[in-house]
Structure formats: structure tokens, C-alpha cells
């Protein structure tokens, strides 16, 4: 686990790091280019970059969810893919994932597809 603690997601009483869960998300499919992970009403969102066809862009949310349950023991709750470049970095190149997580409440993303597993 790597990470700052101000970073670290509760989700059911669990800590985890982004970092790490976004590591297993770029190890799912080539085609990620980026991604995020924030909690939104405690559940786990997951922000992908994809840059491949929109209509492949449904096969990666089996992918995604399944690796993330088998590494992390945890549910995806919402998948948001996006096109590159939607996930706000600063001039460090960190995410900033709490302007993502205002983008998504706010529906600003802008998303190619949407998964729900509430």
C-alpha cells in the first residue's frame, strides 16, 4: 500500500489506497489510458480513460469490476469510462481526484458509458 492517509478510502470499514486499486485497473486492458478511484455515498467509483472504440468500451466493466473484486475483495459500486484526458492532474501530475468526484456529482464527465452495481 502506498499513499497519503488523507487519500485512503473507508469503504464497509476497509481502508484502502486509490493507488492501488487504480494500479489494478491499468492492468486490466491495454487501452486504459488513466484512471481514478474516489467514494461517492460509500460506494467505490471508478473513473477509466479509454482510448479504443466506444462499442468495446462495454467489455471493460467485467474486466474492471472482476479484478478489482478479486485483488481488493471490494464492489465497484459506479464505473464512469471516459474519454482521454477527463481526469483533472495538477502541475505535479497528481490526480485530483476530489475535482473529479465534484465533476461526477455534478454530471460533468461527459461519460461514454456508465455502470451501475448498486
Known sequence: MVGSLEETLLIRGMRYHPIDI?????RTHKRICECACFTWTN???VVVEYDGLEQHSLDLVP???SAILEEHYVIV???VIVDPGVVPVNSRGEKQRMHLRDGFVSDQLDPIFVAYNM
Open 22 to 26: 487504480e494500479n489494478t485497473v491499468m
Open 43 to 45: 460506494l467505490l467509483v
Open 63 to 65: 474486466l474492471i469490476t
Open 77 to 79: 459500486g459506479v464505473l
